[in-house]
């Protein structure tokens, strides 16, 4: 299949960051040495966390499962060595807060779990039976928001999926561990794409790449020359890799305010979890590791690492030998939604795509203590949802929980697309986030109280009766 032609919608907002993936892009992924203690949260992707299947002083091997979830819309955890728990205890987290985490002990010997097997050809099994193994595997979407990648794949019948994008743009900057599987694997990413096109009966397949990674098209497009996949080229433009904008610049298609893909008869997937699909299905082995890039202005090596779950921050560094001088901030993931991390001791997680290191004086800047907009309309320009970020910011610091409902602020991607542009450094994400979480703490707790009343209705005969 040739590489098809450029984008030809075009794309709402967005701005043009630098790059700076020259730090890493040419860095083959090197798989390093899990640490001698290993902490493995039992929160590491959307829905229902995880309760520990073991206790302290359980032996464990490689790829067993120590904690699951009766949940629909969660997903199992397995070791990643063989050793014994050494503890089961909350934990720091690097999305903040502390997890309930279990700390296994290496003991070196890397023993598979014995009752591991591939789960047999995905061209002889039906979508069901994918996803069941998809869902066994534990493995969720890779590019950062770690949503179980089995429900992804179970759309209602009502929603049937004509289209499946492998989202191959990675347009955050510094990250480029999506990169380094399109050159280094490309046979098992296109792999993994035909799987999850068999799962959600999909007849069409686009594996979509931006134009700063000349390479990768053509390596995409050479595994997939006798296949119908499409390989399409993108203009770079942050935040291209967010699955709505995606969808509308490749199909012209724009999902709803408060829907998702499916709505619009696609689903998308990121590169990683394409390649985590199709090597369980060759080795049987879950997700126990992930590429991660290791990059920054003061890391002394910037690395692609394929780095176990559970390994810390500070290891992973350490294996690309340290910093250069001590770090003004350290974030999970790229410098637009990366999260800042207040410790190394952090574990590596299913959704850590990166790890960046930033120098004092790329990172010393005062932010306001409250918003201050000057009503320049710039994070309007870039917003690519359609927002007004700097009312959406404003109303959640004033609490005006019914006019961020008003104003869709659940649209909000957090791309950070509005800050980028701020000239007064307003703090604008940070804020919607809070929003976005006290408005889901309302709703929760109106939930709970309909509950109540509810049970005790049914308690007292009907109320009225």
Not at 130 to 147: D, P, S, T
Request: proline residues 8%; neutral net charge; charged residues 20%.
């Amino acid at each position: 299949m040739s590489i098809a032609s450029r984008l030809r919608v075009r794309v709402r907002g967005g701005v043009h960051p630098p790059g700076s993936k020259d730090f890493t892009a040419a860095k083959p992924i090197r798989e390093i040495e899990a640490p001698s203690l290993l902490t493995i949260p039992m929160r590491q992707h959307l829905g229902a966390p995880c309760v520990p299947r073991v206790k302290k002083g359980d032996e464990v091997a490689m790829g067993m499962v120590i904690g699951d979830c009766e949940s629909f819309v969660s997903a199992p955890i397995h070791s990643s060595v063989s050793g014994k728990v050494a503890q089961v205890a909350p934990q720091p987290h690097p999305a903040g807060g502390e997890i309930l985490a279990v700390i296994v002990e290496n003991d070196g010997e890397y023993r598979s779990d014995p009752s591991l097997s591939p789960p047999g050809s995905w061209e002889d099994m039906n979508g069901n039976a994918i996803r069941e193994a998809i869902r066994a595997a534990g493995i969720v979407g890779l590019g950062g928001a770690a949503f179980p990648t089995h429900v992804k794949l179970n759309p209602p019948r009502e929603y049937p999926i004509d289209t499946v994008i492998l989202n191959g743009a990675e347009c955050e900057p510094f990250l480029t561990s999506d990169y380094r599987l399109m050159l280094e694997q490309p046979d098992v990413v296109l792999e993994g794409l035909l799987i999850i096109m068999r799962v959600v009966g999909a007849a069409r397949g686009i594996i979509a790449i931006e134009d700063n990674k000349p390479q990768a098209l053509k390596k995409m497009a050479a595994a997939s020359k006798d296949t119908d996949i499409e390989v399409s080229h993108l203009r770079t433009r942050y935040p291209q890799g967010a699955e709505k904008v995606l969808i509308t610049g490749l199909l012209g298609r724009e999902v709803p305010s408060g829907g998702l893909p499916m709505h619009v008869g696609v689903v998308v997937n990121n590169v990683g979890t394409a390649f985590a699909i199709a090597t369980y299905f060759s080795t049987g082995m879950p997700l126990i590791k992930r590429v991660v890039t290791v990059t920054g202005s003061i890391v002394r090596e910037p690395s692609n690492l394929m780095v176990p779950l559970g390994t810390s921050f500070a290891h992973a560094i350490e294996a690309c030998g340290g910093f250069t001088e001590p770090p003004g901030k350290v974030l999970m993931g790229g410098p637009m939604m990366g999260l800042a991390q207040y410790t190394l001791d952090v574990p590596v997680i299913k959704g850590t795509s990166g790890i960046l290191a930033l120098s004092h004086k790329e990172t010393d800047y005062a932010e306001p203590s409250e918003p201050v907009c000057i009503r320049c309309g710039r994070c309007v320009e870039a917003c690519p949802m359609g927002l007004i970020p700097t009312y959406l910011a404003s109303y959640a610091y004033n609490e005006k929980w019914d006019e961020l409902r008003r104003l869709d602020i659940a649209d909000c991607i957090e791309c950070g697309c509005c800050n980028y542009t701020c000239p007064t450094k307003n703090p604008m994400v940070q804020l919607i986030k809070m929003g976005k979480a006290e408005l889901a703490r309302l709703r929760d707790r109106s939930e709970k109280g309909r509950e109540a009343s509810g049970s005790a209705e049914a308690k007292g005969g009907g109320g009225d009766g």
